[in-house]
């Protein structure tokens, strides 16, 4: 008995033309976001160079400013994340394509429609949603590139704590330098020491769930 993916006909000429006009819509989407992306890591890396200039003016500027432009790196990061998660809608839809209809064509000079990859997209335009969590798309964002922008900022905080506006006699003057008002040295860097912990172990987790997801996938269609 034949099963419903073998009563399907076979494109005709306009619905290739259709899903070829489709295909060129979500590249360019895709490629729309993936500038968006870019856009906020560039915000990031000028807003900390300019803390970092002002910073490193001379030996009696104040750290201050790289702790504050830490408050912007992570509201960037919290913008470029959810900017990811849309760019990975258009990125998924783009590669389902790929894989099940232009692919085939190539190889085997017929598209594949037994494997369920158009339900699938048809699904997705009826009822889109995320194809990754927050949590991740943060963790991913880390792991391309906020991690270099968040261990460039600690190193630079760090190294004015220890060589302005002389170079440290005695551990305790990290505490006293790192003071911020009636705050505390040691508190200071309590908060910017779970500051950087807790981006850390995001981006962490973010890398382990992937590796498994990607052990253990059994689904050829999942995207995220």
Known sequence: MDGPDNCRKPLDSAEMGVMAHLYRAEIYRSTIWRTRLDTTTNWSVVTLGVALSITYSSPQASPLP??????????????????????????????????????????????????????????????????????????????????????????????????????????????????IGPIPGWMVLGIGGAYCLTWGAVAIWSLRQ????????RDPLGMG
């Open 66 to 179: 790289l702790v504050l432009v830490g408050i912007l790196i992570i509201f960037f990061l919290m913008l470029e994340a959810r900017r990811y998660r849309y760019f990975n809608v258009w990125r998924a839809r783009c590669r389902w394509m790929e894989l099940n209809f232009v692919a085939p064509m190539l190889s085997e000079g017929d598209v594949r429609m037994t494997t369920g990859w158009q339900d699938r997209l048809a699904g997705d335009y009826r009822r889109p949603v995320y194809h990754v969590s927050m949590r991740t798309a943060i963790g991913r964002r880390i792991r391309r590139n906020y991690f270099w922008i968040l261990l460039i900022q600690t190193a630079a905080y760090l190294g004015k704590l220890a060589v302005h506006p002389t170079a440290l006699e005695r551990p305790g003057q990290l505490l006293e330098r790192a003071a």
């Open 210 to 217: 992937d590796e498994a997801r990607a052990k253990h996938r």
